[in-house]
Each structure stands twice: as C-alpha cells, then as structure tokens.
Nanobody
Framework: QVQLVESGGGLVQAGGSLRLSCAAS????????MGWFRQPPGNEREFVAV????????DYADSVKGRFTISRDYAKNTIYLQMNSLKPEDTAIYYC????????????????WGQGTQVTVSS
C-alpha cells in the first residue's frame, strides 16, 4: 500500500502562483512514477503532469505546459507541482497518483490516489 497526502491548495488571484505537495508513504518511493491530475467543477478528472521513477522524464498536458512544473524529492518522499501564471480555468481539485509504470499514470490508471486538494483561481 502507498498512502498519498496532498497539500498546498488554496485561493489565489489570476496570474499568481501556488506549489502543491504530495507526500508518499508505505512503499519505496523511487519504485513509482508519480503524477498530478485535476477535476474541474462539473467535469471529469484530467491528466496534468507526470514524472518517472528516476525523476528525469516528465510530461504535461498542453493546457499547463510552460506554466506548471512537476518535481520530486527522494529525501522527503514528496512530489511537487509548481503552478505559475494561474488562470481561472485552472480551478479544480488536484490529485496526485502513483503507479510503477509511467504510461499507466499518464493513462489515469494509477494504483494509488490521494484525497485531493482544492485550488481556486479568482479572476
């Protein structure tokens, strides 16, 4: 079992920044590719970003490329999502996810999910 706990959400004005964190526990952190997803109000959950087990490969949804950065800290068993130039359409509940395989995270077929953290961007 892997437990994932997100934090760092909140209310921010358009153009502002937030950094989300996802702390992992329970299994070897480096054995999992990790990702971020989000679920806007009234919409389905969508892929945001992924990072591989080694931390060297990342990918992003087109809607966040150039504004969001995913990273991981092996000493803290934590992944981050740095979100800059936030827009009202970034408003969503943000979830982190884990799976041993990168492609499965991208496909939304993660083994483990966090409980989510709310991000609200005001115009």
């Amino acid at each position: 079992q892997v437990q994932l706990v997100e934090s760092g959400g909140g209310l921010v004005q358009a153009g502002g920044s937030l950094r989300l964190s996802c702390a992992a526990s329970g299994r070897t952190f480096s054995a999992y590719a990790m990702g971020w997803f989000r679920q806007p109000p009234g919409n389905e959950r969508e892929f945001v970003a992924v990072i591989d087990r080694g931390g060297s490969n990342t990918d992003y949804a087109d809607s966040v490329k150039g504004r969001f950065t995913i990273s991981r800290d092996y000493a803290k068993n934590t992944i981050y999502l740095q979100m800059n130039s936030l827009k009202p359409e970034d408003t969503a509940i943000y979830y982190c996810a884990a799976h041993p395989f990168y492609s499965m995270v991208v496909a939304g077929r993660a083994d483990y999910w966090g409980q989510g953290t709310q991000v609200t961007v005001s115009s």
